[in-house]
């Protein structure tokens, strides 16, 4: 099960952020980085979804390695519903 949530989750990113393309990189001497030229609510959507996805996993992976399973398996799975709210939003949306 936390599996499936894992791959679930993942899927909702990717199926997000294929919507969006890449960021371009902005060689300013004093600041470089990478910045979505044109940034929509879609864009905050799919960051959101990478900081659930990658937040949750950190804290699922050290829940697990202290021996709380179950914690680890609700950490996981409020964020499968969370990515596929997200999802279902942005389908809405367009």
Known sequence: M??????????????????????AFLDERDRPRFRYLNPTSL??????????????????????????VQEAAVILRTGHDRGFALFQSTKEDQ
């Open 43 to 68: 864009h905050l959507q799919v960051l959101k979804a990478v900081r659930v996805v990658s937040c949750r996993l950190h804290a699922a992976g050290r829940l697990i390695a202290l021996g709380f």
């Open 2 to 23: 936390v599996f499936e949530a894992l791959a679930a989750l993942e899927e909702a990113v990717d199926a997000l952020s294929s919507h969006i393309g890449g960021p």
